[in-house]
């Protein structure tokens, strides 16, 4: 068994501007949905963010429970609804 240190200077922003579909969410929750809308993996949004797998899959079930949302597809819809493009 593997330990997983994390360090949050290597973490991205928690939240730039929150959309509203987001409100409900905490930081770290708000990073692993957008991770997973831009089309990352569980376990690669958990590697990005210095957390493992299976607490990353544990985040994502609870954005998916709040968000109504059943699945990554599901969440890239919303998202990309709720979200200006940067720029």
């Known amino acids: 068994w593997a330990?997983?240190?994390f360090d949050r200077r290597s973490a991205p922003p928690a939240s730039e501007e929150p959309s509203a579909a987001?409100?409900?969410l905490s930081a770290?929750?708000?990073q692993v949905a957008r991770l997973l809308a831009a089309g990352q993996t569980t376990a690669a949004a958990g590697a990005a963010l210095g957390i493992s797998a299976?607490?990353?899959r544990r985040h994502a079930e609870?954005?998916?429970s709040k968000l109504g949302v059943r699945n990554?597809?599901?969440l890239g819809a919303l998202l990309a609804?709720?979200?200006p493009p940067p720029g």
């Open 62 to 64: 609870r954005v998916y």
């Open 72 to 74: 990554r597809a599901a």
């Open 3 to 5: 330990a997983v240190i």
């Open 54 to 56: 299976h607490t990353a």
């Open 28 to 30: 770290r929750e708000r």
């Open 81 to 83: 609804r709720e979200v």
């Open 22 to 24: 987001l409100d409900g």
